[in-house]
């Protein structure tokens, strides 16, 4: 049974439009991350978490949002969805930050016309 | 600051060829390495992690090994199979850091 889940798993957005995507899991993981994915740039950290109603900023975070309301859930948040926010979203959860495993979920495909 | 490069883009291979990737590092810390694979439609997952310089790591077939002299690390496999295709990322952890850096990742093909 998949321990981290995303939905929804592809999305087409209008440029100004909000999106927001959403991460569970069910590791019983203190620690989320959101990366992007783009062609040739391997995955980027947008925000990541350690506690709930906690978020802290990763490599990329403008023009993102994050909320975790409780410690299974994780949220991204695009405001104002760009066409340059096109591309592969994935959520991961670690146990903790230095040297554990981080289980990532699926993906979600976000289009952005 | 830290960084990881991943040359290669894409290799194509045959099946039962021998494979070599290869990726070097940049820190000023102790770093953990690791090698994550990711199938198609899926998220990464964690193949291998090596914590100490020059030991060796080894799942599935694969192998990985990092070498602190050249600031290299790479992963190899004898003898790959058509289901080993997928997109191989190599990945770094300084010791005193909470975050992975990536590397751009591999498309290994693997010809029928």
């Known amino acids: 049974e998949a321990a981290v889940t995303q939905s929804p798993r592809s999305k087409v957005a209008v440029t100004g439009g909000k999106v927001t995507l959403s991460c569970h899991q069910t590791?019983?993981?203190?620690?989320m991350y959101w990366y992007r994915q783009d062609t040739g740039h391997g995955l980027r950290l947008i925000h990541y978490s350690y506690v709930a109603d906690s978020t802290e900023k990763g490599d990329i975070p403008d023009g993102y949002k994050a909320s975790r309301p409780s410690q299974e859930n994780f949220s991204l948040i695009l405001e104002l969805a760009s066409l340059s926010q096109t591309a592969v979203y994935f959520c991961a959860s670690s146990a903790g930050a230095l040297q554990d495993t981080q289980y990532f979920g699926p993906g979600t495909r976000l289009l952005v016309l | 600051g830290d960084s990881v490069i991943q040359m290669q883009g894409q290799v194509t291979l045959s099946e039962n060829d021998f494979l070599f990737i290869n990726c070097t590092y940049s820190?000023?810390?102790?770093?953990?390495l690791f090698w994550y694979v990711q199938y198609s439609g899926e998220g990464p997952q964690l193949l291998l992690q090596?914590?100490?310089a020059n030991n060796k790591g080894s799942s599935r077939g694969f192998e990985a090994t990092y070498d602190k002299g050249t600031t290299s690390f790479h992963l190899q496999k004898t003898s790959v199979q058509e289901i080993d295709s997928a997109v191989y990322y190599c990945?770094?952890?300084?010791?005193?850091?909470?975050?992975?850096?990536w590397g751009s990742g591999t498309k290994l093909i693997i010809k029928p």
């Open positions: 590791n019983n993981h203190d620690y």
């Open positions: 990945a770094m952890r300084d010791g005193g850091n909470y975050q992975l850096i």
């Open positions: 090596v914590t100490t």
């Open positions: 820190t000023t810390g102790y770093p953990t």
